[in-house]
């Protein structure tokens, strides 16, 4: 360019009005930072902020948990916000002075004090699981505070009275055992050393294998319903009762009630007692125990508490050709179904249609147990036994070889050699299993009536 010759200006390009509102609104990257992000919870999250991630980039667990529980957060403020404000304000309910105790752990509680004396277990229960954690969780659980009596009905109504008496005479033998030989514990929860001694110590005074496994299932109850672990589930404690079946196995020297043998000691009830009343209740309480295969506690009672679970005389219905019995309470009967027998006549004077006509004609129709004295008081096992082992005496038969359960087990040996199918015989007694086969004595019989 010549010297002195001043610089030719040049206008800047103007550019239209729409690519200048474009270069406002679409910088580019290197000259304008981002645009900030809506200020929401589970932006911080993503992007790491050092309060909540941890120090360890390498976490990627917690980093997956941290976001997760940021993401639940912004879900239920998202649908917090979009429901509508409520018309009226909600009301405040006025917090209770005291918590209440929820409904299971009330029902649980009074089903255990029915069986374990309330001053040894404390009633403490850990935390329920399961789909009624979250009902028994909540200290006063609204609208629910009424069913703790259906619960606790239901619980109780799970046992028979029977296995209820037998439970609670078991845990009150193993509270004694180890308040005794283990001061030192608790007896609740039960440690694997002191029931392992009561096991011993229980076969050593020569407990039945039987009466064994009852004892443990009362403690697995008590501790299952207390939410406690089961010991009796121990390897040790299985093994000690596989032990005691093994060497406390014994041939049942028990003989079975033939229909001769039946035969003999009804007729020789006259000479034992004196009194027409009871003669005609023991050849009734004889025949219908052998024809109906009951069980002795079906028809006699221990203790004054249990004469509703013995056989009541509106069970009994007599017809011209028949007797029906309702069994509703009886051994193994899980489902609380009543079970119906019909026990055909038998047109002699052996027939246990008769016997029990004949003994309702002095007992009358008042209702309570079938079998029981005149002033109303129901027969007890020890005078049956007793009574059964006279007129054994007396028909010259040894007393020793016989019990109240031999008539049961006449009862199985003769539908047998009847030609009776095992599913009619387990039906006719009431058998859960095939358990009736080793009651069955088919040479006895055959022996007993030649």
């Known amino acids: 360019m010549p010297a002195g010759r001043p610089a030719k200006r040049v206008a800047p390009a103007v550019r239209p009005p729409s690519a200048r509102r474009a270069a406002l609104t679409r910088p580019t990257e290197p000259d304008l930072p981002a645009p900030p992000v809506r200020r929401r919870r589970i932006a911080s999250a993503a992007a790491g902020r050092p309060d909540d991630l941890p120090k360890d980039t390498a976490s990627t667990a917690s980093m997956v948990a941290i976001v997760t529980r940021e993401v639940l957060k912004q879900l239920r403020e998202d649908r917090d916000a979009a429901l509508p404000p409520p018309s009226l304000p909600a009301p405040v309910l006025p917090a209770p002075e005291m918590p209440v105790a929820a409904p299971l752990d ?54 028979t009275e029977g296995t209820r008496h037998a439970y609670k005479h078991a845990v009150t033998s193993f509270t004694a055992f180890s308040t005794t030989h283990f001061p030192a514990s ?22 039945a294998p039987a009466t064994l496994l009852t004892y443990m299932s009362a403690l697995s109850y008590v501790h299952k319903l207390a939410d406690m672990a089961d010991p009796t589930q121990h390897f040790v404690i ?76 509106s069970d009994v219905t007599i017809s011209n050709s028949s007797l029906t019995l309702v069994m509703c309470h009886f051994k193994h009967n899980t489902s609380g179904r009543p079970v119906t027998l019909s026990i055909s006549r038998t047109h002699d004077k052996y027939c246990p249609v008769l016997a029990l006509s004949r003994f309702l004609t002095v007992r009358g129709t008042v209702q309570g ?36 359960h031999s008539f049961r087990i006449g009862a199985a040996t003769a539908a047998a050699d009847s030609g009776l199918s095992e599913t009619q015989i387990q039906t006719m007694g009431r058998w859960k299993s095939s358990a009736f086969k080793r009651y069955v004595r088919i040479p006895v019989l055959r022996m007993s009536q030649r």
């Open 106 to 159: 009330l029902a649980v509680t009074g089903a255990l004090s029915s069986l374990v004396d309330s001053n040894i277990y404390p009633g403490v229960r850990s935390a329920p699981r399961g789909p009624l954690a979250s009902l028994a969780s909540r200290p006063n659980p609204t609208g629910t505070s009424t069913l703790a009596p259906v619960m606790l009905r239901l619980l109780n109504a799970a046992l």
């Open 186 to 207: 608790s007896v609740f929860p039960a440690s694997i050393g002191a029931l392992a001694a009561f096991v011993a110590h229980l076969f050593s005074q020569n407990y």
């Open 238 to 313: 299985k093994k000690l009762l596989a032990g005691a079946q093994k060497l406390a196995a014994k041939p049942d020297t028990r003989l079975p009630i033939t229909p001769t043998v039946l035969h003999k000691i009804v007729d020789a009830t006259p000479f034992i007692v004196s009194s027409n009343y009871v003669c005609y209740m023991l050849q009734s309480m004889f025949l219908l125990s052998f024809h109906a295969f009951l069980r002795i506690g079906e028809i006699t009672v221990h203790s004054k508490a249990r004469h509703a679970s013995v056989i009541q005389v």
């Open 369 to 404: 147990p079938l079998y029981a004295f005149a002033n109303a008081t129901p027969v007890s096992r020890n005078f049956f036994c007793n009574h059964l082992t006279k007129t054994l005496k007396y028909a010259g038969l040894d007393p020793d070889k016989y019990k109240g």
